[in-house]
Nanobody, 125 residues
Framework: QAQLVESGGGLVQAGGSLRLSCAAS????????MAWFRRAPGKEREFIAA????????FYAHSVEGRFTISRDNAQNTIYLEMNKLTPEDTAVYYC??????????????????WGQGTQVTVSS
């Protein structure tokens, strides 16, 4: 059974950058579409970005497009989220997720069946 472990979160000033990693164990991610979500305090889990198994096709939420970049290294079984120009509104727990083979889309949390435990990102003003 695949396990996902996020890392790279922390405290950063507004305008700064962070790079999150999501490492998988217990199974290969190379055939699966993957995504990042986040949950801010008092809010619903929010789609951030998805990347297809081939690494070429990517989708972003409007709120992060142009600032965040999702990538993957299938040889390392790892997904990344490069975050630039961070604002306090980006403060949240960030989760990586594997898309279910039965998924009907990319943007809903219900379409993902394996989740990491999350990593906290805090952006100070």
């Amino acid at each position: 059974q695949a396990q996902l472990v996020e890392s790279g979160g922390g405290l950063v000033q507004a305008g700064g950058s962070l790079r999150l990693s999501c490492a998988a164990s217990g199974g290969s991610l190379s055939n699966y579409n993957m995504a990042w979500f986040r949950r801010a305090p008092g809010k619903e889990r929010e789609f951030i970005a998805a990347i297809l198994w081939n690494g070429r096709d990517r989708f972003y939420a409007h709120s992060v497009e142009g600032r965040f970049t999702i990538s993957r290294d299938n040889a390392q079984n790892t997904i990344y989220l490069e975050m630039n120009k961070l604002t306090p509104e980006d403060t949240a727990v960030y989760y990586c997720a594997k898309q279910s083979v039965h998924a009907s889309g990319y943007y809903a949390a219900r379409d993902y069946d394996y989740w990491g435990q999350g990593t906290q990102v805090t952006v100070s003003s």
